[in-house]
């Protein structure tokens, strides 16, 4: 039987003038059976048997007597709970729920285990009201709101011309001539406090201790204008006049799709390298006051994303210049759109399928202000630390050495680096209904932390010998590098934009433009720049966890040994957070890095930085730093204890959700001895199990190459001057009667034999030499090993 299915999510466009319904509230009807008469063609809207839906049905949306869900893929537990509860709501069928798994660990654990995915008890949702951190900025928000109630009948319309600029600009707050300014507010809070004081006082939760409560409100004032003068980088002005720089006239910014803009603006964005170009390095998100303040977690965020990227699909039928039209304005979150909307990537909407291909924003000159705010971009190819800078601190194509990893010019090459203003689907590519070739892979980077790591040590508190923590609140970076990390080729003329890795790109010569432009359809090119990579940074609560070690113990930077026990150690001790603290999974997550000291460079000091998924902090990171110890320990209980007995790591342990596209980084087994190590100094050891079955594994392979002139044998016991009988685990001989032992050592510990017998041939015996192997590498790349065991045997 023919079916007949459409889409159901808010994001597919809101009604236009002259419609009732926007689609998604079209199809919801539909669904229904309800009649809407013809589509306005004289043609009847037939019904829809079968929803497409986003996660908007999950949150509750009721439609009559739904009696069947299938779910695509295997959401997280909770997800699934909400999702499956659509189904049957009227008690009057029976509900039938499906579920598909894909080709990830996380699907496929579920689809052997489904029993774990339907029982169980359901974790109830948690609302912590007596955070500081969030209270405050609650507090900072409300006195703005009635100083701006205040001031209002004083501001012209026109000067608030949208709700990010009903503060002004930064600007203008620092004049005092202005309607709102920062003097004026100091003035106001002070002449009103005890009115305030007893406003706030009012409306703070109960759940606030007593003593926050009074000294919140003993430091109204001051603890209101402190972080309003940080934020938008306050200067009496005193200091000011003492280092004022002399004006700069500034261009008229070029329209993003407008071709009457001056050729003199686009002829500087071509060539961002040559003399009098308009320098680069503004913050085009930092104009007006409310987005700064939002910016660097002044004010309250919601967990509502405010530097959102829409991806613009155009109508090109009802489209013009000055007024362009669009079908679709789907939206996300920066940080999500840099994967889910970068150049070359697909979306189906109105199952049409649409291809991200420009840069563009409806504001004439959002692109431009973008392309003015671009800076420098370095990631370092041994270790992955990065930084941007401004083009005075560096210059495309350079390379450093890694302050991070100490890597010689393993710093870069610097590329450009630019915060995109929203994405499209370009105006002349036709839409399509089946993907001819699959879309290059490129995702955004996991946040990188790019601030120094303390050297004063009165900042850090000293958890125990080998453990410290800083809190700080700090700007983390997200960078696309696009497909194979050559970036992408962008038109600097009309927004259109390509994969540089694409072999049939058409950015560089003539081309149409992007945007609908019907008196001149075509960019003469001529303004392309290769390697550009797309990228954003948010302000957070950070908590920077300093881990030293020492012989035999070693956190090498870049190798894989370090990377697979720092994830661990990441993912293990976020969970213990969030389970101390009682918070949802997601509200914390944790990177590494090597410290950014003589000691990280020489593998003695690595670096997790615990963060606040909400942009701006809510100070959970903190609240980490202060318990400090116990969630450690809870951490190597995590790791030490699985209910499965897990080889490597399970969603009964580490795995999860978030976390699906590092399951083969994590191992509780290594993750367990790092951090025993460095809390208990228990000496690096590897379960004698794991150690057999891995030399195992090295010994059939080594046998299976069938060496001429070699003989392998397997735990060999033979005699040794000085040591007597010792068990070799792996013992060869070649045609001259020459003998060598082979054995593993531990992941972290390349110099220490795993094996007992093997320590001591090594450190004592010097006729048989001694060849190890990393346990790691051989379990994850075997055959890598075996071919470094033949070089070395020749």
């Not at 209270?135 to 009948?153: E, F, G, M, N, S």
């Not at 002399?246 to 603006?265: K, Q």
């Not at 079908?327 to 994967?339: D, E, K, N, R, V």
């Not at 797309?534 to 370090?562: C, E, K, M, Q, Y």
Request: proline content about 7%.
């Amino acid at each position: 039987m023919a079916l007949i299915a459409a889409e159901h999510t808010a994001q597919l466009n809101a009604a236009q003038a002259d419609e009732v319904f926007s689609k998604a509230e079209e199809h919801e009807l539909l669904f229904q059976d309800v009649d809407l008469g013809d589509d306005g063609t004289g043609h009847d809207r037939p019904a829809i048997d079968v929803l497409s839906c986003t996660t908007t049905m999950e949150v509750g949306i009721d439609i009559g007597s739904l009696s069947g869900v299938s779910l695509r893929n295997m959401p997280p537990r909770a997800n699934y709970q909400q999702r499956a509860g659509r189904a049957g709501r009227r008690g009057n069928a029976v509900a039938t729920v499906t579920a598909f798994g894909s080709a990830d660990s996380h699907d496929e654990h579920y689809f052997s285990n489904p029993d774990q995915m339907i029982r169980g008890a359901v974790d109830d949702p948690l609302l912590t009201l007596d955070n500081s951190e969030i209270i405050r900025r609650h507090v900072t928000a409300y006195l703005l709101q009635r100083y701006h109630q205040d001031k209002l009948p004083t501001i012209k319309p026109e000067e608030q011309p949208h709700l990010f600029a009903v503060l002004g600009t930064v600007a203008d707050f620092k004049k005092s001539t202005k309607v709102l300014n920062r003097w004026d507010l100091k003035q106001w809070l002070e002449a009103n406090e005890a009115t305030l004081r007893a406003e706030v006082d009012a409306w703070l939760p109960q759940q606030f201790s007593a003593a926050e409560r009074k000294r919140l409100l003993d430091e109204l004032v001051p603890k209101t204008i402190e972080p309003i003068d940080a934020a938008i980088a306050f200067e009496p002005p005193a200091s000011r006049a003492a280092a004022a720089p002399a004006p700069v006239a500034t261009p008229a910014p070029a329209a993003s799709g407008d071709p009457s803009a001056a050729a003199s603006a686009d002829t500087r964005l071509e060539a961002p390298d040559e003399e009098g170009e308009e320098k680069p390095g503004r913050d085009p998100a930092s104009e007006n006051l409310l987005d700064r303040l939002l910016y660097r977690g002044v004010l309250p965020r919601y967990a509502f994303p405010t530097d959102v990227a829409t991806f613009h699909v155009f109508d090109p039928v009802n489209s013009t210049m000055y007024r362009p039209v669009f079908q679709f304005t789907p939206s996300q979150g920066l940080t999500i759109a840099l994967s889910q909307y970068a150049p070359g990537k697909e979306a189906w909407i109105g199952n049409k399928l649409w291809t991200s291909g420009a840069i563009y924003s409806p504001m004439r000159d959002d692109r431009y202000r973008a392309w003015l705010g671009r800076r420098l971009y370095y990631e370092c190819s041994v270790c992955h630390c990065a930084r941007t800078t401004t083009f005075e601190g560096g210059s495309r194509g350079e390379t450093k050495d890694c302050e991070a990893c100490g890597g010689v010019g393993t710093f870069g090459p610097a590329t450009q680096w630019l915060r995109p203003p929203g994405f499209a689907h370009p105006v002349g590519k036709p839409e399509g209904t089946t993907p001819d070739d699959v879309p290059a892979k490129s995702y955004a980077t996991r946040a990188k932390l790019t601030a120094p790591t303390p050297a004063d040590a009165s900042k850090w508190k000293q958890l125990n010998q080998r453990l410290r923590v800083h809190h700080t609140r700090q700007h983390l970076l997200v960078t696309n590098r696009g497909p194979r990390e050559e970036g992408y080729t962008y038109c600097t003329k009309c927004g259109l934009i390509e994969p540089t890795a694409n072999p049939k790109g058409t950015v560089v010569a003539m081309h149409r433009k992007p945007y609908p432009d019907i008196e001149e359809p075509m960019c003469p090119g001529g303004g392309a720049t290769k390697g550009l990579v797309l990228g954003t940074d948010f302000i957070t609560d950070v908590l920077l966890v300093a881990i030293r070690v020492d012989a035999p113990i070693t956190l090498v930077p870049g190798v894989l040994a370090t990377d697979v026990a720092l994830r661990t150690i990441c993912e293990a001790v976020t969970k213990a957070a969030c389970a101390r603290l009682e918070l949802e999974a997601d509200e914390l997550q944790a990177e590494y890095r090597p410290a950014l000291t003589p000691e990280g460079r020489a593998g003695l000091e690595a670096e997790i930085y615990i963060y606040d998924t909400l942009p701006g902090g809510a100070g959970f990171a903190k609240r980490v730093g202060d318990i400090g110890l116990p969630i450690f320990e809870d951490a190597l209980k995590l790791l030490e204890v699985c209910p499965d007995n897990c080889d490597r790591s399970c969603y009964r342990c580490l795995r999860s959700y978030k976390n699906k596209f590092e399951h083969d980084l994590l191992d509780r087994h290594l993750g367990a001895t790092l951090m025993r190590f460095v809390l208990n100094n228990a000496p690096p050891t590897l379960n004698a199990d794991r150690v057999a079955r891995s030399t195992n594994l090295l010994f059939e392979d080594l046998d299976r190459q069938d060496i001429e002139g070699l003989t392998l044998e397997r735990d060999k016991q033979i005699s040794v001057a000085g040591l007597g009988d010792v068990v070799v685990p792996i013992l060869v001989t070649n045609v001259s009667g020459a003998q060598f032992a082979i054995g593993l050592h531990g992941p972290l510990t390349p110099n220490e034999p795993a094996d007992a017998d093997l320590k001591e041939i090594k450190e004592y015996a010097t006729s048989l030499t001694v060849h190890l192997e990393d346990e790691l590498i051989v379990r994850r790349n075997l055959p890598f090993a075996t071919q470094k065991l033949i070089e070395k045997l020749g």
